[in-house]
């Protein structure tokens, strides 16, 4: 256990669905991630939030919204997504300032978008 | 364009095999290079890597940086079955923030036969 749970860990939806992804963490960290790993491509940032606040956007698509409500939990809001959106989504956690870079991740939501 | 590189992309040996797998960046504001473990989904943190020409080791892993040329290797002797997985390299960004930026490379698919 790496202290950051993730749910549910397998999600399959229609293109016309509305889902949502739970991440939480129980370390203490400040600093929450959303990572996207498609077959045969390297791990992709999608979102950073530090302190509740979202610091980083890598140019992903409106239809994923994400929510930090507070530093333990993080969402991944889904809707009208397509069949390319189809991967595993990691949620991370870290401190700030000293080891910031040291990720501790949950153990992803596979996603099959039909 | 900031970049990652892993190699071998895969490598099968048999167990009590020494591997070396390798990881080369070309990246700006370099702060940390970090070595991961995925078994199954959850990547879990090996090393994280500062210094040049300081060696890091837990058990049979081991892993050393150069900044002069750029790369990193993580070796792990006497192998065993428990190794097989997929090793992730990344960089840690340094630019004024403190939360991790992570870039990843594409991995190397380590399986290991008895």
């Known amino acids: 256990e790496t202290g950051v749970t993730q749910t549910p860990r397998h999600l399959v939806m229609g293109m016309t669905n509305k889902k949502s992804l739970k991440c939480e963490q129980h370390l203490g960290h400040n600093a929450m991630y959303w990572y996207k790993q498609s077959a045969k491509k390297p791990l992709e940032l999608m979102f950073v939030y530090s302190l509740e606040e979202r610091v980083e956007n890598n140019s992903v698509p409106s239809r994923f919204s994400p929510e930090c409500p507070n530093s333990s939990h993080l969402f991944l809001h889904l809707h009208t997504l397509q069949p390319e959106d189809s991967a595993l989504y990691l949620c991370?956690?870290?401190?700030?300032?000293?080891?910031?870079?040291?990720?501790?991740f949950g153990s992803g939501t596979q996603l099959s978008v039909l | 364009e900031d970049k990652v590189v892993q190699s071998p992309l895969s490598l099968v040996v048999h167990e009590g095999d020494t591997v070396t797998l390798n990881c080369s960046y070309e990246v700006t504001n370099f702060r940390s290079l970090l070595w991961y473990k995925q078994e199954k989904k959850a990547p879990t943190f090996l090393f994280m890597l500062t210094s040049s020409g300081i060696e890091k080791k837990s058990g049979r892993l081991s892993s050393i940086l150069d900044k002069k040329e750029l790369f990193s290797i993580l070796n792990i002797t006497a192998t065993q079955t428990g190794d097989s997985a997929i090793y992730l390299c990344?960089?840690?960004?340094?630019?004024?923030?403190?939360?991790?930026?992570?870039?990843f490379g594409q991995g190397t698919i380590l399986t290991v036969h008895p």
């Open positions: 990344a960089w840690g960004f340094a630019g004024g923030t403190s939360y991790g930026k992570l870039t």
């Open positions: 991370a956690s870290s401190p700030l300032r000293a080891q910031g870079e040291k990720l501790f």
